[in-house]
C-alpha cells in the first residue's frame, strides 16, 4: 500500500508569491493534515480536512488555505509568501474519523519550501 | 491553551547506552499520547498510548504512560547509531494533535 505522497519535495520562491502544494493520502483515508515544522517552533497544526471539509485550523493567517477533493487529495495554498514561511510542510493522513476519533496519522516526507 | 513539553530537547550518547525520553502535557479532553521518529523527513509512527500502566513495547522500544501524573516516558535500550533521529511526542485532544519540540537523539559510535 502506497504511503502518503507530497509533491512537490522542494521549492524555492521569492517574497509576495504563492504557493500550491499538493498531498495524497493513504489509500482508504479520508482524514488529511498540515503542519509546518521549523527548527524553532517544531510542529505546528495548519487545517484538517475531512470529506471534502475544513474541520479544524490552527492558528494561521489567511493567506495559508487550503481544499480536499472528492478522491480525498489536498492541496494547500499560500499567498503573498514572507521569508518567515520558510518551513516543511507536512501533510498526514488518517482513517474515517481523523483526528477527532484519535485516529494514527500517518505522515508524507513533506515539502521543502525556501523563500528568498 | 494545549501543550506538550519535551525534554531533554538534545541528548547525546554513545552505542549500547540506554536513554529515557521524556514528555509530559496539559491538553483538553485527552485521548491518545503518540510517538513518532523522524530522521530525514517524514516522521514515522512508534506508538499510541490511551491507557495509564500499560506499557507498549517493540523489539528495544518501550513507551509508557502516567495519565495522573500528565507524562509519557520512551526507553531506548541497547541503543545503535540507526535509533539517531528526532523523537516526537503528540498528544491527540478534542480537536487536534499537538506535538512537543521534539527530543533530538544522537548515538556515538
Known amino acids: 500500500k502506497a504511503g502518503v505522497t507530497q509533491t512537490p519535495r522542494y521549492l524555492i520562491k521569492t517574497r509576495g508569491q504563492q504557493v500550491t502544494l499538493s498531498c495524497s493520502p493513504i489509500s482508504g483515508h479520508r482524514s488529511v493534515s498540515w503542519y509546518q515544522q521549523t527548527p524553532g517552533q517544531g510542529l505546528q497544526f495548519l487545517f484538517e480536512?475531512?470529506?471534502?471539509?475544513?474541520?479544524n485550523k490552527g492558528n494561521f493567517p489567511g493567506r495559508f488555505s487550503g481544499r480536499q477533493f472528492s478522491n480525498s487529495r489536498s492541496e494547500m495554498n499560500v499567498s503573498t509568501l514572507e521569508l518567515g514561511d520558510s518551513a516543511l510542510y507536512l501533510c498526514?493522513?488518517?482513517?474515517?474519523?481523523?483526528?477527532?476519533?484519535?485516529?494514527?496519522?500517518?505522515f508524507g516526507a513533506g515539502t521543502r519550501l525556501s523563500v528568498l | 491553551e494545549d501543550k506538550v513539553v519535551q525534554s531533554p530537547l538534545s541528548l547525546v550518547v554513545h552505542e549500547g547506552d540506554t536513554v529515557t525520553l521524556n514528555c509530559s502535557y496539559e491538553v483538553t479532553n485527552f485521548r491518545s499520547l503518540l510517538w513518532y521518529k523522524q530522521e530525514k523527513k517524514a516522521p514515522t509512527f512508534l506508538f499510541m498510548l490511551?491507557?495509564?500502566?500499560i506499557e507498549k513495547k517493540s523489539g528495544r522500544l518501550s513507551s509508557i504512560l502516567d495519565k495522573k501524573e500528565l507524562f509519557s516516558i520512551l526507553n531506548i535500550t541497547a541503543t545503535q547509531t540507526g535509533d539517531s533521529a528526532i523523537y516526537l511526542c503528540a498528544v491527540q485532544g478534542a480537536q487536534k494533535l499537538v506535538f512537543g519540540q521534539g527530543t533530538r537523539l544522537t548515538i556515538n559510535p
Open positions: 498526514a493522513s488518517s482513517l474515517a474519523g481523523g483526528q477527532q476519533s484519535g485516529g494514527i496519522q500517518y
Open positions: 490511551t491507557s495509564s500502566g
Open positions: 480536512y475531512f470529506s471534502e471539509t475544513q474541520r
